[in-house]
C-alpha cells in the first residue's frame, strides 16, 4: 500500500485494493477504493468485484491465480517472496505463460529511513512472517540463549497457524516480544536501533529474502544464514551463520555486542548500499512505467 499503490496513486491512476483489511486492522489510504474481505473467504467473489472496469489486476498470492473471475483484466503476480505452499510453486512456474510476472529484481527494494537510530546492544529483532522454514524454532532457541545476556529478541510479523502456540508459550515465560502483523511502515521503524536483524532461513530459496534490505535500509546490521548470504557479504554489513546453527547465530550477536565500532560500521555499509540500489522511491517511477506498458494505457495518459 505504501509503495507500489501508492507509486501508482501519484502517477494519476485509479486504485482498487482487495485485502482483508479488517482482520489486520488497517485503514486504506486514500483515495484507495477498498474491498474489504473475510480472511480466507471467497476470493472469486472479491476479485470479481475489484476488477470491474480494470485496466491490470496484480496478485501477491500466486493461488489467487486459481480464483481468477472468468473475465479479468491483463493479471500481473508479485513474485516478492517465495511461495509458502507447493502449489503456490508450481504456479508460479507456469504463470509467465498466460500472466505477466513481476520478478523479485524488479521487487527488492525498501524504504530507507534517511537518518536511522544509533545501533543499540540491547535488542535484535526479526521482520516478517514467522514459519518453521524461516527458522521460527531457531529464533525461540536464540532468544533462550540471550536472555541471559540481556539480550531481548522482537519479533515483528504474523505467523502460520501452527507454529503460534509455540511463539505464545515462549512469550508468557518471558523470553522474546512477539508483536504479531505489523503494518510495513511502522515495522521499519519499530526494527530501527536494534543490535542485529535476524534472518535464519533454514534451507537456500530461489528468491532472496528481503527483510534482509528492509534491516539495511534502516542502518541495522545483519546476522543470516547462506540463504541471504550474497547481500550481506557485498555490502558487507553482517555475519553469515550457518543453516540451524543457533550457537554461531548466538556468537555472531554477542560479538556485535563487544565491538560497537564494528557494528555501526556495518549497519553504515549496509545503509549506503541499500539507499544507492534499494531505495524505493527511485525505482517506482520504472515501477509504474512496466505496470502501464502491460495494461496498455501509458499512450492514454500521455495524450
Known amino acids: 500500500m505504501h509503495r507500489q499503490i501508492r507509486a501508482l496513486l501519484d502517477a494519476g491512476h485509479e486504485v482498487t485494493y482487495v485485502a482483508p483489511f479488517t482482520h489486520f486492522n488497517v485503514t486504506p489510504i486514500p483515495p484507495i477504493t477498498a474491498v474489504d474481505v473475510r480472511r480466507g473467504g471467497r476470493a472469486r467473489t472479491a476479485l470479481r468485484r475489484g476488477v470491474k472496469?480494470?485496466?491490470?489486476?496484480?496478485?501477491?498470492?500466486?493461488?489467487?491465480?486459481?480464483?481468477?473471475?472468468?473475465?479479468?483484466?491483463?493479471?500481473?503476480?508479485?513474485?516478492?517472496?517465495?511461495?509458502?505452499?507447493?502449489?503456490?510453486?508450481?504456479?508460479v512456474a507456469r504463470a509467465g505463460r498466460l500472466h505477466h510476472?513481476?520478478?523479485?529484481?524488479?521487487?527488492?527494494?525498501?524504504?530507507?529511513?534517511?537518518?536511522?537510530?544509533?545501533?543499540g546492544d540491547t535488542r535484535?529483532?526479526?521482520l516478517g512472517r514467522l514459519t518453521t522454514a524461516k527458522g521460527v524454532n531457531e529464533l525461540i532457541e536464540?532468544?533462550?540463549r540471550l536472555a541471559p545476556h540481556g539480550i531481548r529478541l522482537d519479533l515483528i510479523g504474523a505467523a502460520d497457524r501452527e507454529v503460534r502456540p509455540i511463539l505464545r508459550d515462549a512469550q508468557r515465560v518471558g523470553l522474546l516480544d512477539w508483536f504479531g502483523y505489523v503494518p510495513n511502515r511502522h515495522a521499519l521503524?519499530?526494527?530501527?536501533?536494534?543490535?542485529?536483524?535476524?534472518?535464519?532461513?533454514?534451507?537456500?530459496s530461489s528468491r532472496p529474502p528481503t527483510k534482509v534490505l528492509d534491516y539495511m535500509g534502516r542502518g541495522v546490521p545483519v546476522v543470516t544464514t547462506p540463504a541471504a548470504a550474497a547481500v550481506v557479504e557485498e555490502a558487507g554489513c553482517g555475519a553469515v551463520v550457518p543453516y540451524g546453527d543457533v550457537e554461531a547465530a548466538l556468537g555472531a550477536v554477542l560479538d556485535l555486542r563487544e565491538d560497537p565500532v564494528r557494528r555501526t560500521a556495518l549497519a553504515a555499509n549496509g545503509h549506503a548500499l541499500a539507499r544507492l540500489r534499494h531505495h524505493w522511491p527511485d525505482q517506482a517511477a520504472s515501477f509504474t512505467a512496466r505496470l502501464e506498458s502491460w495494461a496498455g494505457v501509458a499512450h492514454e495518459l500521455a495524450v
Open 53 to 91: 472496469d480494470a485496466d491490470l489486476l496484480i496478485l501477491h498470492e500466486a493461488e489467487l491465480l486459481l480464483a481468477l473471475p472468468y473475465r479479468h483484466p491483463p493479471v500481473v503476480l508479485d513474485v516478492r517472496d517465495e511461495p509458502r505452499s507447493a502449489l503456490g510453486r508450481r504456479l
Open 101 to 119: 510476472v513481476l520478478e523479485p529484481a524488479a521487487a527488492e527494494a525498501t524504504q530507507v529511513a534517511d537518518s536511522p537510530l544509533p545501533v
Open 124 to 126: 535484535v529483532v526479526h
Open 142 to 144: 536464540l532468544a533462550g
Open 189 to 204: 521503524r519499530m526494527a530501527e536501533g536494534a543490535l542485529a536483524g535476524l534472518c535464519l532461513w533454514r534451507e537456500p
